[in-house]
């Protein structure tokens, strides 16, 4: 047994962010953590890793116990991590990177350092062909070494932090959402290093929201929810248990699954990309009030959208689906006039949206619900609302719009004075809504609405977009969860690596087979 | 030893009322804006020079020196801020470029002298002024062993006044909201279809004009105006009282400016003079050292 | 510009009749680079010019009432400034960005008003009078300065520098690679008031005169110092001391600005920083002052989605 957790707790103001983990993880395995949003696995590998202190409960590298011992303590005896949002050193090289990583290897030599002049001596020369020869173990060629991490594209970017994690010859590397924003050929070509690191020898634990990934590679997986472990056995065991089923993958009441996607999923995901053109793509509207024209939107380096087009008519509801990091969100950005598309326009109603003021495309009706909700958490819900009314201030008819739109969600009505920081996801959600709606949207972007939800959450925020809707509002929807999103769209388009891959009717892509075994689990 | 309580009373006025401003912009914008004491310093010498070189009644050149602040407010936006925001310069940017605009207000009005270019707005140089008696009406009451100066006296209800104006404007306004919603989610200011450009003018504005006007009282009621005065007493102190008080909370600053004023009034009382300005950076220290929050600001955590 | 003619004509005259500019930049020099140091592990700490005091006073007291051999004096004035930096340095380790910046100003202030101002051995605001003892002249002043700049270099070049960099990018990662943030910013912290203070001391013994003024040791000076490092630029040591440079003789290149040369400082240190941020020696140097966590930041990366 190389790591051993017994009993871990750890607990925040209230909230029970882990409660009573016990965990034990296998020499040379490769250990799964999974869950969803907020279940506390972050937070149990920051425990693990001395980031947050143990509140109960310990754990154990092979003998060494590590409650009580700081991050750089607990690294330097053996555990590598990377994390969910890439902690790269910005300004420095790839090579550089890495070397750094072997900082506890080092040896110091300040002394040596001030006695000569530089010359290049000996162990800088073997710690630099080491370095190179991690970055090949990542499958980076070395042409990246030089290069500025900054400058790096998002996937190379993840194997760099890899390889800085592998310089400090771990025993166990935690791989904190790995694949995390990549589509499915990057993250088969991620599945494939971590099963070659594997077989060298080197035990994981991975932790990753796609299901299908970490099905794929692990021996064994544990499932944790709002802080409790709730499952713990092979792949094959957790994806039919049904606590798991219930707690991780209820995105619809009706939806039977018998059993989790499986270890194939990411090669569906590639035939997605190979059919690309072979469905037929519904027509697209004459008259368009947004129309989107070969915009090309990058974040120095990273092309997050390349050369897309598409259009939406008076009245529809169009869906923008695809996996995390597809470039739907960057699009709805560009869209509200908070990114500059690099090239490419974008028009909606005659406004030139790649050079208008964003407080200016709000008051012409374009509003954006974005992801996250983003709303006010210190002030109060009637705050919010009362200051999404300022684009469209009209004196006496605001407070009867408000009233209007407290009658459609109800729960908000009876939480109004109380902080929006209070309330659930869902009812934020809600909240950021009918915040939208204030502004009196001739066109809504909603930003995956219900990330995040619980299953009947998701189905009440579904059925206020579909009213929405029939009052006349033109939606254009942006989800992961691909299976609510095409069930209510008119039309679609399927979107990866920041390219429209497939565009169809809602009906059309719900029912693509290819469509179905890459989004939607068989 | 209550006149000095009552000497604490003024200063925590003028420490409150210019620290206000201070957090104010800290709070909206994360960032120090290090000019400030330069426009404290500028409210007070336009005004004297208004009085005493243009001939205008008190209230008039009074009312062109906070109009001036609140205008400098402005350069302070356009000329320090804008262009690093557009750049998406790191925060400590602005810090460097409003010490920029500090060095060159002071200057400019410790070059006013007499013929030089900067006549027209000082002509004091590097000397200290006062108000000449009779400026403002400024009767002295005796009660006990108390003397009240109306001037002295008048800070507190000003000061006051302001504070609770602009924390009614901050609560219950449409336009205090809109600075709030800034102040907490920028992004999300900007969906709802604010101008966030103008909000943040608009901070730097009314920050300004406050500094501006508590340089103005401090003028008249210490009688000591010159280019040194926001540096020497305010500057520092300012921070101090935002960290006391919590940097972004308003009323923070205003309790933060109180106490520092009680701090110092004690230190001078038990240690003697020399104390009064040690004592101020040494409570500094230590409420950094021990809840760099402040006593009303928020704790903050990194999310790793 | 009869200054720069003075130089290149008449160098050795140029020498002479300008004895104390030269070490006012060569001390400037060396403050600038205990500035660098701290920058470059990440800590936006003013804490030089009070380092800098107990430099001054301690040898120059020294001398006065013990009469000590200089080199002794000065010896015990930098280890007394190590030791204030242990504990000064200990308690702000946690503190990031701009409260750094204003713990440090606390302490400068709080020695120089709270201490100084008030001790009657230092002299109080009247300062102290001594025997200027030039310490063998510009001649030590310029080797001092270029050893200080060697030994800064290397470091950064080892072990030592590489850890402070990480640390200035990005201290969580720093961490997570085994590297004792801690301690090594407490060493860049140390390192860097064993360095002002011997520039204090030297500078010390310029004058006849340690004057406790805001402007010698005071915030006047940490923004002034913070100044060498900006117009500079840190991202190499040499950075701060051309900024230094620079700054000092910025009286003698516009000379015919005369009194307005403080606004033409002010308007150049903008326009700077606004348009060449990374300083005149620099590569990406206000990234390196950037700290990776500014309190309340609400700056969002853009995520690739």
């Known amino acids: ?522 | 030893m209550d006149q000095q309580i009552l000497n604490a009373i003024f200063i925590g006025s003028i420490y409150a009322l210019f620290a206000v401003g201070y957090t104010l912009v800290f709070g909206i914008l994360d960032i120090l804006n290090l000019a400030h004491s330069a426009v404290f310093m500028l409210g007070a010498a336009l005004t004297y020079s208004l009085v005493v070189n243009h001939g205008q009644p008190f209230w008039i050149a009074a009312l062109l020196g906070i109009a001036a602040s609140a205008l400098m407010g402005l350069v302070i936006e356009h000329v320090c801020l804008r262009p690093l925001r557009r750049r998406h310069a790191p925060p400590i940017a602005a810090l460097i470029s409003t010490i920029g605009l500090a060095l060159v207000i002071v200057a400019a009005v410790e070059q006013g002298k007499s013929g030089s270019l900067f006549s027209w707005l000082w002509v004091d140089g590097a000397n200290s002024v006062a108000f000449p008696a009779g400026t403002v009406p400024n009767p002295t009451w005796h009660i006990g062993d108390l003397t009240l100066e109306a001037s002295k006296v008048l800070i507190i209800p000003i000061s006051i006044a302001l504070m609770l104006i602009l924390g009614y404007v901050m609560r219950f306004t449409q336009v205090g909201r809109g600075l709030r919603a800034v102040a907490e989610n920028p992004r999300a200011a900007r969906l709802m279809g604010l101008d966030v450009d103008r909000m943040i003018s608009l901070t730097l504005v009314i920050s300004s004009a406050l500094g501006g006007l508590a340089g103005i009282l401090f003028g008249l009621a210490l009688g000591d105006i010159s280019p040194y005065i926001g540096r020497d007493n305010v500057e520092v102190r300012g921070l101090a009282v935002i960290v006391l008080g919590g940097m972004g909370s308003i009323p923070g600053a205003v309790i933060g400016g109180y106490l520092l004023g009680l701090i110092e009034i004690l230190a001078l009382v038990t240690f003697g003079s020399n104390a009064r300005g040690g004592v101020a950076f040494a409570a500094l220290f230590l409420m950094l050292v021990l809840r760099p929050q402040g006593l009303f600001g928020t704790r903050l955590r990194e999310r790793i | 510009m009869d200054f720069f003619i003075q130089l290149f004509s008449d160098p050795i005259g140029f020498w002479n009749s300008h004895t104390l500019l030269i070490s006012q930049i060569g001390i400037n020099g060396i403050v600038a680079t205990s500035m660098f140091l701290v920058l470059y592990s990440g800590q936006l700490s003013l804490a030089a010019p009070g380092f800098m005091a107990i430099g001054a006073y301690t040898s120059v007291l020294m001398e006065l009432y013990w009469h000590t051999p200089v080199v002794l004096n000065v010896a015990v004035a930098v280890i007394l400034a190590g030791i204030v930096g242990l504990l000064v340095g200990l308690p702000v380790l946690r503190l990031r960005g701009v409260f750094l910046a204003i713990a440090t100003i606390g302490f400068v202030e709080a020695l120089r008003l709270g201490v100084i101002l008030n001790v009657p051995i230092t002299g109080e605001g009247l300062g102290l009078q001594h025997e200027a003892d030039p310490l063998g002249g510009v001649p030590i002043i310029l080797v001092s300065l270029v050893m200080v700049v060697f030994v800064v270099w290397r470091l950064t070049k080892g072990r030592l520098g590489s850890a402070w960099s990480a640390i200035r990018q990005d201290e969580i990662a720093a961490l997570s690679q085994g590297i004792h943030v801690a301690r090594y910013k407490m060493i860049a912290f140390i390192l860097s008031a064993l360095i002002a203070s011997y520039a204090g001391a030297l500078e010390a013994h310029l004058n006849f005169f340690v004057d406790p003024g805001d402007s010698q040791y005071g915030v006047t000076r940490a923004v002034q110092i913070l100044t060498f490092a900006v117009l500079g630029g840190t991202g190499f040591v040499i950075g701060p001391v051309v900024g230094a440079l620079i700054v000092t003789l910025l009286p003698y290149i516009f000379e015919g600005a005369g009194d307005y040369i403080n606004i033409i400082a002010g308007i150049f240190l903008i326009a700077v920083i606004i348009f060449r941020p990374q300083g005149i020696v620099g590569r990406g140097g206000l990234a390196i002052v950037r700290p990776a966590w500014w309190p309340r930041s609400r700056a969002r990366a853009p995520s690739p989605g």
């Open chain 1, 1 to 522: 047994m190389l790591l051993r957790l017994d009993d871990v707790r750890r607990h925040f103001g209230g909230v029970h962010a882990v409660d009573g983990v016990s965990l034990d993880v296998e020499q040379g395995s490769i250990q799964g953590l999974i869950g969803p949003n907020g279940a506390g696995k972050t937070t149990l590998v920051n425990v693990i890793t001395g980031y947050t202190r143990f509140q109960s409960g310990q754990a154990w590298l092979e003998s060494d116990e590590l409650s009580g011992l700081p991050a750089h303590r607990i690294a330097g005896l053996g555990i590598a991590r990377t994390f969910q949002n890439i902690r790269l050193f910005k300004d420095l090289t790839a090579l550089e990177n890495v070397l750094i990583g072997m900082h506890v290897r080092r040896r110091d030599d300040t002394l040596a350092q001030l006695g000569t002049l530089p010359v290049f001596r000996g162990d800088e020369q073997e710690r630099i062909k080491d370095a190179y020869a991690l970055l090949e173990s990542v499958g980076l060629p070395s042409s990246v070494g030089p290069r500025h991490a900054a400058t790096l594209p998002y996937g190379d970017q993840r194997r760099l932090e890899i390889a800085r994690a592998l310089a400090l010859r771990p025993r166990l590397l935690i791989l904190d959402e790995p694949a995390a924003g990549m589509n499915p050929s990057e993250k088969q070509g991620m599945r494939e290093l971590i099963e070659r690191l594997n077989a060298d020898g080197l035990t994981i634990l991975l932790i990753d929201h796609d299901m299908r990934l970490v099905m794929g590679v692990c021996r064994r997986v544990a499932v944790l929810n709002f802080g409790k472990k709730i499952a713990d056995g092979t792949p094959k065991e957790v994806s039919t248990d049904p606590t798991v089923i219930k707690a991780y993958l209820g995105t619809g009441g009706e939806r039977e699954v018998r059993s989790a996607p499986g270890a194939t999923g990411v090669d569906e995901e590639r035939e997605v990309e190979q059919a690309a053109g072979s469905s037929p793509a519904a027509r697209e509207p004459e008259k368009a009030i947004l129309d989107v024209e070969d915009l090309t939107v990058s974040y120095g380096a990273i092309v997050a959208v390349r050369g897309v087009s598409f259009r939406v008519a008076a009245g529809e509801i169009v869906a923008l689906i695809g996996a995390n990091g597809a470039g739907k969100s960057t699009i709805l950005n560009t869209l509200s006039g908070l990114i500059r598309p690099e090239s490419g326009t974008a028009t909606f109603d005659g406004l030139d949206l790649a050079n208008a003021k964003a407080s200016e495309i709000v008051k012409r009706g374009l509003v954006q619900v974005p992801e996250g909700r983003e709303i006010l958490a210190r002030q109060s819900v009637m705050e919010n609302l009362e200051l999404a009314t300022w684009a469209r201030r009209d004196g006496a008819t605001t407070r009867r719009r408000i009233e209007d739109v407290l009658k459609r969600f109800p729960i908000l009505g009876e939480r109004r004075d109380l902080s929006a920081g209070s309330l659930s996801g869902g009812e934020q959600q809600m909240l950021a809504i009918a915040r939208g709606l204030l502004a009196r949207p001739r066109l809504l972007l909603l930003d995956e609405p219900s990330l995040g939800l619980a299953p009947q959450m998701v189905d009440e925020v579904f059925r206020a977009v579909e009213e929405i809707h029939k009052d006349g509002t033109t939606i254009l929807l942006v989800e992961q969860n691909a299976l609510r999103a095409l069930a209510i769209a008119d039309r679609a388009y399927v979107i990866e690596t920041g390219r429209i891959l497939l565009s169809g009717s809602g009906d059309d892509l719900l029912h693509n087979p290819a469509v179905r075994r890459a989004y939607l689990g068989g």
